[in-house]
């Protein structure tokens, strides 16, 4: 279950929030009385129904397995033919 937080607390409090969402909790980020964003760990999509294709990993930061930019470019050209 999300935890709401207005925008404020998240701005002033960016560290924690973080850390608590490297731990698994989420956060539904209230701006103007609405919600405005939904902050949540990585690999976690709610609305994930399998039709997104992984093509690059970007999340290790390219240190094991990375791959150079105009092979990347490469690729998505591919796959827009």
Known sequence: MAKTIAIKNFRNNISAIA???G???????IRRSK????????????DDDGSWETIVD???RGKTNGMNPKDVLKVLKKLNH
């Open 58 to 60: 970007f999340t290790n």
């Open 23 to 29: 731990k698994g909790q989420e956060f539904i980020v």
């Open 35 to 46: 919600p405005a964003f939904k902050v949540v760990p990585v690999g976690i999509d709610e």
């Open 19 to 21: 850390d608590k969402v």
